[in-house]
């Protein structure tokens, strides 16, 4: 693995759950046990990006109890740094259940998130001054907004800090039926995305949240660019082959160019946090290629690939692995 730079070079924020999910594909009224994990779209980038090398830091606000300090000490296992996180006596830790299917039946999750520590933050409770110190991107998604009026109101002051700051800002629109309306979540993403520099997105997500759409996604991309005025747009592409075959791919759009990728036959353990490695993978390439989107795509394709073929939220992968597959090192036989 690489050697850490002393300094994070990226700050994210977001919710962070416990997960809970029934092993061996049983349904949730047929467990007897649930394998546990933890979760969460923002620390999943962070512990990513510090396995691929870069520092990291996250910054959420959780209650001071046996879960909030399993999430922290999950987060530390794998080199983040949690030292900015807001710790409460009260409200709850969310927790989410993810129940496996097998075609044809789809797999399912269930949130029990209400009246959870991030939701009841409030502006002012994070410096993000002293957060961004040396820092040269912030990261977060559209799940943090969606939480809270007052999540939304502290993702607005993060965003705005970080600009005021000179940091890059990075946005995964991660849109959640369950967490809100496409109407609320146009209104507020769309209002965020003046301060955002790189949009990471999905195929769905580009007509739901910005009722964008085109005859391919390089269109779809440029008219995000066009309306936003972004650096650089990235659209994850995935394809279902069936409940555990996909193929994946992405593409990214910047100065009026396309650029695409290989596509991935996936064969999946457990997609669950996918779209946040590509995130990490992404940032990477971008941040160590001096801003070239190719190098940020093949790095977030690689590295989203190998995240899905591991069980739980986080990518347990490594440098090596990533820059072995982008090489073209995707054997079938053994290595030994």
Known sequence: MA???SKNRVVTFGETMIRLSPPDYARFEQAESMDVNVGGSEMNVAVALTRLGLNSA???????NPFGRMIVNKAREHGVDTSGVVWTKEDRV??????????????????????????????????WEEAFSEAELFHTSG????????????TGEAMRAA?????????????RTKLWSEEEAGRCMSELMEYTDILITTEEDTERVFDLTGEDYA??????????GFEVVAITLRENVSMWKNNWTAIAYADGETYTDMTYELE???????GDSFSAGFLYGYLTGEGDPQRALEYGNATSAIKQTNPGDLNWTNLEEVESLVEGGGRMRIDR
């Open 58 to 64: 996250f910054l959420t606000r959780l209650t001071d």
């Open 268 to 274: 999946l353990v457990d997609r669950v946090g996918g």
């Open 94 to 127: 969310g927790k989410y259940f993810v129940e496996f299917g097998a075609n044809p039946r789809p797999s399912s999750v269930i949130y029990d998130r209400k009246d959870s520590a991030i939701s009841k933050i409030s502006p002012g409770e994070i410096d």
């Open 219 to 228: 269109q779809v991309a440029e008219k995000l660019v066009d309306k936003f």
């Open 163 to 175: 600009k005021e700051e000179g940091l890059k800002v990075s946005v995964d629109s991660n849109y």
């Open 143 to 154: 799940i943090t907004p969606a939480l809270s009026s007052s999540a939304a109101e502290v």
């Open 3 to 5: 050697i850490k730079e």
